[in-house]
């Protein structure tokens, strides 16, 4: 992985065999963001994405052993108990087109991840939602 920061933005080369939310993560502890907006696009030997079903309050996860093309990825940082807190959905692609997606849980690079990471000034905690089942936005007093 490499990347440059220029102004509020971040540049990332996620390299292959490398997980791209420890690459994530890595970057916006280093760089000391605690909010951001985050988008990448690239190509993947496998991945894991969660689909949380609202009336039952629980996540259902799926693993892909493919070769794929990630044709959207996007998500946001904040924290939550003080840690950095990533909520990331992707859609990935196969060979023949068919898509693949939803909450991503972790995603092994096979070529090249380019990432830009869109920082935020400021800090948006999250609680859990015992209603809702998940993890919400918390804005913080001024």
């Known amino acids: 992985m490499e ?6 933005k971040i540049v990332a080369r996620i390299d292959k ?4 939310m420890a690459s994530a993560k890595e970057i916006c502890e280093k760089e000391n963001v ?3 907006q985050l988008s990448a696009l690239g190509a993947l030997e496998s991945f894991s994405v969660g689909f949380f079903d609202t009336e039952e309050k629980k996540y259902y996860g799926n693993d892909y052993k493919i070769h794929a093309e990630i044709t959207s990825l996007w998500g946001t940082v904040s924290t939550m108990d003080g840690e950095l807190y990533f909520h990331v959905h992707m859609s990935a692609a196969d060979r023949y087109n068919r898509l693949y997606g939803g ?3 972790s ?3 096979s070529a090249t991840c ?8 400021g800090k948006v ?6 209603e809702i089942g998940l993890n919400l936005y918390k804005f913080l007093d001024r």
């Open 103 to 105: 909450h991503l849980v």
């Open 17 to 20: 065999g490398e997980e791209i």
């Open 107 to 109: 995603a092994v690079v």
């Open 34 to 36: 605690t909010l951001a």
């Open 125 to 130: 905690e999250r609680e859990f939602s015992p």
């Open 114 to 121: 380019e990432m830009v990471i869109d920082v935020i000034d």
């Open 3 to 8: 990347y440059r920061r220029f102004g509020n």
